[in-house]
């Protein structure tokens, strides 16, 4: 099963990036208490596996899975609205599955 996820790129109109330098950390931070039922992950120490804050190409993304609209739908309208607010580009992505060696 793959799934759906896209990502928010921290890059200005202009290409420089967005500030501050931790908008990725903050708005993962935000979202950390979303989490699929039975996470065993603390919110207050860990991120929602549905909103990570990653470096793709030197540039600082946050990668949402769009399960998260599944536990919270304004969490979702959150997080794009924020995209949309601050003129930040928003890519659609996909999941490579990871083959085992077994």
Do not use: H
């Amino acid at each position: 099963m793959t799934t759906k996820q896209f990502f928010i790129q921290g890059l200005t109109q202009d290409g420089k990036p967005f500030r501050p330098s931790d908008w990725a950390e903050r708005l993962c931070g935000v979202m950390a208490q979303f989490r699929p039922e039975n996470d065993p992950g603390d919110p207050r120490f860990t991120y929602s596996p549905f909103v990570k804050p990653v470096i793709i190409a030197g540039t600082k993304c946050v990668v949402v899975d769009e399960r998260l609209r599944d536990i919270e739908p304004k969490a979702m309208d959150f997080v794009k609205n924020f995209a949309k607010d601050n003129n930040l580009p928003i890519v659609e992505a996909c999941e490579i599955p990871i083959k085992s060696n077994n």
